[in-house]
């Protein structure tokens, strides 16, 4: 097994985030911060900027019509969206360069990031959660510590990604015996390095393991449940081959209506495969 | 198209799209078996939770060949190692095999 203590060192030695994301941060902890603030900063990086409208226009926003600027874009999604599709351009960008290997594509683990975030989106949607804006986001970086890990580990990791996938095994049982911690734990420190926001670091370190905490329990749950429709439905590859139960609790906790998931088939291919675009924008 | 059902939902004149079998895999009842209110309590004390059963509306589903049906029912198989215990998860179940028939279809999985 790996020293853990230099794992997490070697994670905690991750680059930052680009600045435009610490400095749009900055900007939105002041109440008083307007749409030209925010455009201001976005707009210093012309290749950003360009990115964040792509992905701002893709469907799994919802916006009804096209935006052409960065101004436009707050005007419909908001100052969180719109940090949070920075946030996206921006860890994707960090990851870009991870390479694949013959084990396992590096790709079909965001491929299955992407469809995890379309799923808990159309699941707060139907669940008529007022706002849905962290739904995405909150889906697309659960699996940040798997990021980590093949980044940190390139072929050993895509190794066992590909070892728990033919045998039916648990991942995490892998990654514990392997690395001595999971990729919850992985994430998690990372996502406290990055300034993540508490829920969305909440869901990194919760997704798998659903234990309820009543605040964030609705989005956890989501992207839990989110989580087992995407590995079920081979969207993507996770390095999950089983399909695991709920965890019973996140039931009481969504109240879906009876046979909402069956009716929801059609939804999730179709944003599936509308958003899987965003995988060419952001990297 | 098939849907599977927890037993308390069971009703008069319904039917059986999938044969009940016990753990053992003896057949208990019969594919295409019209079920009774008393089928219920029998059921219960074989320790069946949930039947698949036929419902009126044709979907997409109903044109998928038995073959495939089978076939995807197979795949499941290998990967859940779980039954439902609600009707949620029971939803969840006719999602995948939804999934899964398709994929089947579009030759997506072998």
């Known amino acids: 097994m790996k020293d853990v203590d230099k794992l997490i060192d070697s994670i905690r030695e991750f680059p930052t985030l680009p600045t435009i994301y610490s400095s749009l941060l900055d900007v939105l902890s002041n109440p008083f911060s307007t749409v030209n603030d925010v455009t201001n900063i976005i707009i210093r990086d012309q290749s950003v900027t360009s990115k964040i409208i792509k992905v701002a226009n893709s469907p799994v926003f919802g916006i009804s019509s096209r935006v052409d600027t960065i101004s436009q874009a707050i005007f419909f999604l908001g100052f969180n969206e719109i940090k949070n599709i920075v946030l996206t351009v921006s860890v994707m960008k960090i990851f870009s360069s991870t390479k694949s290997f013959t084990y396992f594509n590096f790709i079909d683990l965001w491929k299955h990031s992407i469809a995890v975030g379309v799923i808990t989106r159309l699941l707060g949607t139907k669940l008529g959660i007022k706002n849905v804006e962290n739904y995405f986001i909150s889906g697309l970086l659960h699996d940040l510590g798997k990021l980590v890990f093949y980044k940190i580990f390139g072929e050993e990791y895509a190794k066992i990604l590909r070892y728990s996938f033919d045998n039916f095994e648990e991942i995490r049982d892998q990654e514990k015996k392997n690395f001595g911690i999971t990729h919850e734990i992985a994430g998690e420190i990372l996502a406290e390095k990055w300034r993540f926001s508490r829920i969305m670091r909440e869901v990194i370190k919760h997704h798998y393991v659903f234990r309820k905490n009543n605040e964030d329990d609705v989005l956890i749950a989501c992207v839990h449940l989110a989580n087992i429709i995407a590995i079920a439905m081979n969207l993507g590859n996770s390095g999950s081959n089983a399909i695991y139960q709920p965890n019973y609790e996140i039931w009481s906790v969504l109240n879906l209506p009876e046979g909402a998931l069956t009716a929801m088939y059609d939804e999730i291919m179709d944003s599936y495969s509308k958003s899987i675009d965003i995988l060419n924008y952001s990297t | ?110």
């Open chain 2, 1 to 110: 198209m098939p849907k599977t059902i927890p037993i308390q939902d069971l009703q008069e004149g319904m039917i059986l799209n999938n044969p009940v079998v016990n753990k053992f895999g003896q057949v208990l009842l019969r594919e295409g078996t019209e079920l009774k209110t008393s089928h219920n309590k029998v059921l219960h004390l074989w320790g069946i939770s949930f039947l698949t059963i036929e419902t009126p509306n044709e979907t997409h589903l109903a044109v998928i060949d038995e073959n495939i049906i089978a076939k995807s029912l197979e795949l499941i198989q290998c990967r859940m190692k779980w039954e439902p215990r609600n009707v949620h998860e029971a939803d969840l179940y006719e999602l995948i095999k939804k999934a899964v028939s398709n994929q089947i279809i579009s030759g997506e999985m072998q």
